[in-house]
Protein backbone atom coordinates (compact mmCIF):
# COMPACT_ATOMS: atom_id res chain seq x y z
CA UNK A 1 0.00 0.00 0.00
CA UNK A 2 1.37 3.26 -1.23
CA UNK A 3 1.65 5.78 1.64
CA UNK A 4 0.25 9.51 1.37
CA UNK A 5 3.34 12.49 1.46
CA UNK A 6 3.33 14.22 4.68
CA UNK A 7 0.95 17.07 4.00
CA UNK A 8 3.13 19.78 4.59
CA UNK A 9 4.12 19.19 0.91
CA UNK A 10 0.58 19.12 0.11
CA UNK A 11 0.17 22.62 1.40
CA UNK A 12 0.87 25.16 -1.00
CA UNK A 13 -1.09 23.10 -3.60
CA UNK A 14 -4.17 23.77 -1.83
CA UNK A 15 -3.04 26.62 -0.71
CA UNK A 16 -2.63 27.99 -4.74
CA UNK A 17 -5.72 26.59 -5.72
CA UNK A 18 -7.81 28.21 -3.09
CA UNK A 19 -6.12 31.19 -4.04
CA UNK A 20 -6.97 30.71 -7.85
CA UNK A 21 -10.30 30.43 -7.16
CA UNK A 22 -10.90 33.34 -5.07
CA UNK A 23 -9.53 35.36 -7.98
CA UNK A 24 -11.78 34.01 -10.38
CA UNK A 25 -14.45 34.44 -8.78
CA UNK A 26 -13.90 37.85 -7.13
CA UNK A 27 -13.16 38.66 -11.39
CA UNK A 28 -16.68 37.25 -12.14
CA UNK A 29 -18.28 39.62 -9.48
CA UNK A 30 -16.04 42.05 -10.14
CA UNK A 31 -17.41 42.45 -13.94
CA UNK A 32 -20.93 41.49 -13.03
CA UNK A 33 -20.97 44.65 -10.93
CA UNK A 34 -19.10 46.51 -14.07
CA UNK A 35 -21.66 45.21 -16.38
CA UNK A 36 -24.79 46.41 -14.95
CA UNK A 37 -23.11 50.02 -13.58
CA UNK A 38 -22.51 48.91 -9.97
CA UNK A 39 -18.89 50.63 -10.29
CA UNK A 40 -18.35 51.26 -6.54
CA UNK A 41 -18.75 47.78 -5.96
CA UNK A 42 -16.94 46.76 -9.10
CA UNK A 43 -14.15 49.04 -7.80
CA UNK A 44 -13.79 47.43 -4.29
CA UNK A 45 -14.10 43.87 -5.92
CA UNK A 46 -10.91 44.75 -8.25
CA UNK A 47 -8.89 46.63 -5.93
CA UNK A 48 -8.98 43.60 -3.77
CA UNK A 49 -8.30 41.59 -6.60
CA UNK A 50 -5.23 43.50 -7.27
CA UNK A 51 -3.91 42.64 -3.48
CA UNK A 52 -4.29 39.10 -3.97
CA UNK A 53 -1.38 36.57 -4.30
CA UNK A 54 -1.25 34.91 -7.14
CA UNK A 55 -3.20 37.32 -9.74
CA UNK A 56 -1.10 37.38 -12.70
CA UNK A 57 -3.64 35.68 -14.73
CA UNK A 58 -6.10 38.58 -13.85
CA UNK A 59 -3.92 41.47 -13.53
CA UNK A 60 -3.81 43.13 -16.72
CA UNK A 61 -7.96 42.67 -16.95
CA UNK A 62 -8.13 43.69 -13.49
CA UNK A 63 -6.48 47.13 -13.91
CA UNK A 64 -8.36 47.50 -16.99
CA UNK A 65 -11.64 47.36 -15.43
CA UNK A 66 -10.64 49.34 -12.62
CA UNK A 67 -9.10 52.42 -14.38
CA UNK A 68 -12.61 52.29 -16.50
CA UNK A 69 -14.52 51.55 -13.27
CA UNK A 70 -12.59 55.38 -11.68
CA UNK A 71 -13.53 56.95 -15.28
CA UNK A 72 -17.17 56.41 -15.22
CA UNK A 73 -16.96 56.76 -11.12
CA UNK A 74 -15.60 60.33 -11.75
CA UNK A 75 -12.58 59.31 -9.65
CA UNK A 76 -9.94 60.71 -12.07
CA UNK A 77 -7.62 61.31 -9.52
CA UNK A 78 -7.41 57.97 -7.69
CA UNK A 79 -7.31 56.70 -11.27
CA UNK A 80 -4.30 58.62 -11.73
CA UNK A 81 -2.95 57.61 -8.10
CA UNK A 82 -3.50 54.22 -8.92
CA UNK A 83 -1.68 54.38 -12.46
CA UNK A 84 1.37 56.13 -11.01
CA UNK A 85 2.24 53.52 -8.46
CA UNK A 86 1.79 50.69 -10.84
CA UNK A 87 4.20 52.38 -13.00
CA UNK A 88 6.45 52.13 -10.43
CA UNK A 89 6.97 48.96 -10.40
CA UNK A 90 6.56 47.75 -13.58
CA UNK A 91 9.85 46.88 -15.43
CA UNK A 92 9.43 45.64 -18.93
CA UNK A 93 8.47 48.31 -21.49
CA UNK A 94 5.57 46.38 -22.88
CA UNK A 95 4.04 46.74 -19.41
CA UNK A 96 4.56 49.75 -18.80
CA UNK A 97 2.85 50.53 -22.52
CA UNK A 98 0.14 48.49 -21.21
CA UNK A 99 -0.28 50.75 -18.01
CA UNK A 100 0.15 53.82 -20.14
CA UNK A 101 -2.71 52.81 -22.38
CA UNK A 102 -5.09 52.64 -19.65
CA UNK A 103 -4.21 56.08 -18.47
CA UNK A 104 -4.42 57.42 -22.26
CA UNK A 105 -8.46 55.28 -22.11
CA UNK A 106 -8.87 57.26 -19.09
CA UNK A 107 -8.28 60.43 -20.16
CA UNK A 108 -10.48 59.80 -23.96
CA UNK A 109 -13.42 58.44 -21.04
CA UNK A 110 -13.06 62.39 -19.44
CA UNK A 111 -12.84 63.56 -23.01
CA UNK A 112 -9.12 64.99 -21.97
CA UNK A 113 -7.84 64.99 -25.69
CA UNK A 114 -4.65 66.75 -25.49
CA UNK A 115 -3.35 65.02 -22.19
CA UNK A 116 -4.73 61.49 -24.28
CA UNK A 117 -2.28 62.79 -27.14
CA UNK A 118 0.48 63.38 -24.99
CA UNK A 119 0.83 59.95 -23.21
CA UNK A 120 -0.04 57.93 -26.95
CA UNK A 121 2.97 59.74 -27.87
CA UNK A 122 5.16 58.79 -25.21
CA UNK A 123 3.93 55.10 -25.61
CA UNK A 124 4.60 54.85 -29.58
CA UNK A 125 8.07 55.55 -28.81
CA UNK A 126 8.79 53.00 -26.60
CA UNK A 127 10.35 49.58 -27.81
CA UNK A 128 6.99 47.34 -27.25
CA UNK A 129 5.48 44.50 -28.80
CA UNK A 130 3.51 45.25 -31.99
CA UNK A 131 0.24 44.79 -30.79
CA UNK A 132 0.45 47.23 -27.66
CA UNK A 133 1.58 49.39 -30.11
CA UNK A 134 -1.00 48.34 -32.88
CA UNK A 135 -4.05 49.91 -29.74
CA UNK A 136 -1.76 52.68 -29.16
CA UNK A 137 -2.50 54.03 -32.71
CA UNK A 138 -6.16 53.14 -32.59
CA UNK A 139 -6.18 54.66 -29.31
CA UNK A 140 -4.44 58.26 -31.10
CA UNK A 141 -6.68 58.29 -33.95
CA UNK A 142 -10.16 58.13 -31.12
CA UNK A 143 -8.02 61.14 -29.78
CA UNK A 144 -8.68 63.90 -31.99
CA UNK A 145 -12.06 64.01 -32.00
Known amino acids: MKQRPPRST ?3 YTTLFRSQLLNSALVGRGTIYFETGRYPLAVADFEKLLTQPDNANFLRLARDRLINAYAKTGAVKKGRQRIDEWLAVVESATD ?23 VLDSILKLDIAPGAKARAYYLKGNAFY
Open 10 to 12: LFP
Open 96 to 118: RAEILILKAEMLLATHDFPGSRK
